[in-house]
């Protein structure tokens, strides 16, 4: 007898115009951008504030930056890390490496010395291009502690600004290092020059992109160039990207969803795309309205800050028709609060950066279910080629409809694995099915909901209590702004349920008074017992909280406390 996940039900629930499954036209990601480029040379592939650059120009930028690296040594298969924030080097870069058949290497322009060193030591870097503060800042005091980077090549934030200069660069003053390379001076003395076309092919590793490490060591995902060029297709198939779209990426090009929902997606589509450095309210509002954006994917914190924005009335934002948050949890009511400000619906993707962002998403032009015993928003069904299963932790034996269990992705955009780390790889993918490690269940139609991360779960009293449903309900409270929860030991429950939360600006709330909201909206087991206000939650740059580091806060005021908790809920890695 069948199961839901042979039927596939959700492929109902796709646009008309969708192909339940999509060809991979290229033979690797370069070859993506060369089509764009080929049938839109002089059309715009990259803006940046107010500026842009074509097709033709990035080639050419890129080319001879390829060229440079390689008169520096890099061979193929050699790594290119990029420390920078969301500026057309970045982009640029990435183009360069494969051109030269390297590997491009996204770092989080937030790491500091001892994480830096971990991500140069662990990805084996030849070239590092990264910004003339941050060479300033961590990379000189690493080099001097004899961290082996070969060849160093710094820039800064205003190389390809001509318009306008933001006031968040108005203090950047262009510096030069004996010890370093200039990106511009590379540039401009190989400028003309082009490689011979590099044999790259679909399996190859095109990126590394390393895991947040909210759960632990930051891991380097090997995405592919299956995996860009197939999700670049997808995300261009399943919102109709077109002629007339302009591609807005907040999310930081670093992290999977940025990577791929913005530059990915821009070659696949040809579509401009809108790069602002880093994420300032202002400039997100600004640039909407300036250059029209009609696509966006941003962790809804992104959306927070926007709603949040004393002047966000001043803005037309009607044209970003094609809206989707992805990288962290969405509720309901931020999502109708979105919905209100900006005028068109918020959609929501899931993905992971081993399923090189979105394989899950609601259709566009459809209302997003909310599941009636959890609360939770669905992130929508598996995309084009995808596979789902949902799996006892217990058993691995697939669940009915309604029953929580872990989610299991199979599809052409699920990487290769880890790099240098078989027995990681192994324990995440097997068979081909990438286990998430989240708690989902799906509906009838092949809708799915993430109840929560299955490390993320609470035991209160013998029951099993998620800490989404918790944070979703506090959502619902007029003067909550951001809220995340943790388990902490309990004498009696031997877990129970606190809450950090942080509130909007002005307004005012008791942490009784928000314990009895909760305490009507949720079972006794579930509200919590302990509020804790924060200015701030911590979270990844990318948007994601840091359970972690909020476990390691209430750790170090209890150190004695895990001890009592039979499975070790407050530790020092989560």
């Known amino acids: 007898m069948s199961s839901i996940y042979d039927k596939k039900p959700w492929l109902k629930e796709y646009e008309p115009n969708v192909r339940p499954n999509i060809d991979i036209k290229y033979n690797n990601a370069l070859e993506m951008f060369q089509a764009s480029l080929r049938r839109k040379p002089n059309s715009p592939c990259i803006g940046y504030f107010d500026d842009s650059l074509t097709y033709k120009q990035v080639d050419e930028e890129s080319s001879a930056l390829a060229a440079a690296f390689v008169e520096l040594g890099l061979k193929p298969g050699g790594r290119v890390g990029m420390y920078l924030q969301n500026i057309p080097q970045w982009m640029i870069t990435q183009l360069a490496a494969w051109k030269a058949g390297g590997i491009a290497v996204c770092l989080n322009p937030m790491l500091k010395e001892r994480e830096l060193i971990y991500h140069v030591k662990d990805s084996g870097l030849f070239i590092l291009v990264c910004l003339e503060s941050l060479y300033e800042e961590v990379v000189s005091k690493i080099r001097l502690e004899q961290v082996d980077i070969p060849v160093v090549v710094t820039t800064n934030e205003l190389v390809y600004l001509s318009k306008r200069v933001p006031d968040m660069l108005k203090g950047v003053v262009p510096r030069k290092f004996p010890s370093c390379h200039d990106y511009s001076q590379l540039i401009k003395v190989h400028a003309g020059q082009s490689l011979p076309t590099p044999a790259l092919r ?129 509720s309901p009511s931020i999502q109708k609060q979105v919905e209100r400000a900006f005028g068109n619906k918020l959609y929501v993707a899931y993905g992971l950066t081993e399923s090189t962002a979105p394989c899950t998403a609601v259709p566009h032009g459809a209302e997003a279910p909310v599941d009636p015993n959890y609360g939770a928003l669905s992130i929508g069904v598996p995309t084009c080629n995808v596979d789902c299963r ?68 609470i035991i209160a009293s013998g029951y099993k209590v998620y800490p989404r449903e918790v944070e979703d309900v ?94 070790g809920t407050i530790r020092s890695k989560a």
């Open 202 to 330: 679909l399996d190859d590793t095109a990126m590394l992109t390393y895991t947040s490490g909210t759960t632990g060591v930051p891991k380097g995902a090997c995405n592919t160039h299956r995996n860009i060029v197939f999700n670049g297709s997808s995300v261009t198939e399943w919102v109709h990207l077109g002629d007339k779209d302009i591609i807005m990426a907040p999310a930081p090009l670093f992290h999977i969803t940025g990577s791929i929902t913005g530059p990915a997606a821009g070659y696949a589509s040809g579509c401009p795309v809108i790069l602002f450095c880093r994420f300032d309210p202002s400039e997100f509002l600004r640039l909407i309205e300036h250059w029209k954006i009609t696509y966006l994917v941003g962790a809804i914190t992104v959306f927070i800050a926007a709603l949040s924005h004393p002047d966000i009335k001043k803005y037309n934002l009607s044209s970003v028709v094609k809206m989707y948050s992805g990288g962290a949890p969405v």
């Open 390 to 457: 949902i799996v006892s932790a217990e058993t691995g034996k697939e669940v009915p409809p309604g029953t929580p269990g872990e989610l299991l992705i199979k599809g052409p955009q699920v990487v290769s694995g880890y790099w240098n780390k078989p027995e990681e790889t192994s324990k995440a993918i097997k068979n081909g099915w990438l286990h998430t490690g989240d708690v989902a269940i799906i509906d009838s139609r092949g809708y799915l909901y993430i109840v929560d991360r299955i490390k993320d779960m």
């Open 474 to 567: 506090l959502y619902e409270h007029k003067a909550v702004k951001e809220a995340a929860v943790i388990g902490v030991p309990d004498p009696y429950r031997g877990e129970t349920v606190k809450a950090f939360v942080a509130l909007k600006d002005g307004a005012r709330v008791s942490e009784q008074e928000l314990i009895e909201f909760c305490k009507k909206r949720l079972a006794a087991y579930k509200y919590p017992r302990q509020i804790e206000f924060l200015p701030e939650i911590p979270k990844t740059l990318s948007g994601k909280f840091l359970r972690r580091e909020l476990r390691d806060l209430e750790l170090k005021r209890h150190p004695k406390a895990s001890d009592n908790v039979p499975n």
